[in-house]
T-cell receptor
Framework: AQSVTQLDSHVSVSEGTPVLLRCNYS??????LFWYVQHPNKGLQLLLK??????LVKGINGFEAEFKKSETSFHLTKPSAHMSDAAEYFC????????FGTGTRLTIIP | NAGVTQTPKFQVLKTGQSMTLQCAQD?????MYWYRQDPGMGLRLIYY???????DKGEVPNGYNVSRLNKREFSLRLESAAPSQTSVYFC???????????FGSGTRLTVV
């Protein structure tokens, strides 16, 4: 069975500093992995996806994630946080259907 | 820019009442899904339909039924609402799971 674990339920960073949202997955093979973002009272938007091509995946709004098989990780990063990045972020694995992590709420401090 | 459309956006029900949440997509996707979102639990799959004419249970199906009316529409029915079904419900669709899902904007349901 595949699942994802988001290691932090809440992350706070200052505007202009780097963002790191951590996700570990469990799988016996290389899965398809995604990051989705949900802004307050909004639906879910696909940020980026990994489907066994390049291990460094670039997404929208300056986010990227690196698939590391040796560490079973798919952490989401951004070099410089913006106020508009404040949202909830979900790490997601494809198990035939998409299975969601419990989410990380990102707060940006002005 | 339609994509996935959910109705209604908000609903308040009394315990024991029934209602149907509607979902329609205009992207000609084969697969459709219903999720519920609760604080600290992410999104959990209620039911899905891999293709027109088929439906299957997900992780949390109890208390719900679904109908895949045609390729475009996938409805979720609560026959006798309970306070534990207070949640935000999302419909999603895809043509290939590896591409990710397109989500609707959600229905916020409160059962009192």
């Amino acid at each position: 069975a595949q699942s994802v674990t988001q290691l932090d339920s809440h992350v706070s960073v200052s505007e202009g500093t780097p963002v790191l949202l951590r996700c570990n997955y469990s799988s016996s093979y290389s899965p398809s992995l995604f990051w989705y973002v949900q802004h307050p009272n909004k639906g879910l938007q696909l940020l980026l996806k990994y489907t066994s091509a390049a291990t460094l995946v670039k997404g929208i709004n300056g986010f990227e994630a690196e698939f590391k098989k040796s560490e079973t990780s798919f952490h989401l990063t951004k070099p410089s946080a913006h106020m508009s990045d404040a949202a909830e972020y979900f790490c997601v694995v494809n198990r035939g259907k998409l299975t969601f992590g419990t989410g990380t709420r990102l707060t940006i401090i002005p | 820019n339609a994509g996935v459309t959910q109705t209604p956006k908000f609903q308040v029900l009394k315990t024991g009442q029934s209602m149907t949440l509607q979902c329609a997509q205009d992207m000609n996707h084969n697969s459709m899904y219903w999720y519920r979102q609760d604080p600290g639990m992410g999104l959990r799959l209620i039911y899905y339909s891999a293709s027109e004419g088929t439906t299957d249970k997900g992780e949390v199906p109890n208390g719900y039924n679904v109908s895949r009316l045609n390729k475009r529409e996938f409805s979720l029915r609560l026959e006798s609402a309970a306070p534990s079904q207070t949640s935000v419900y999302f419909c999603a669709s895809t043509d290939r799971v590896n591409y990710g899902y397109t989500f609707g904007s959600g229905t916020r349901l409160t059962v009192v």
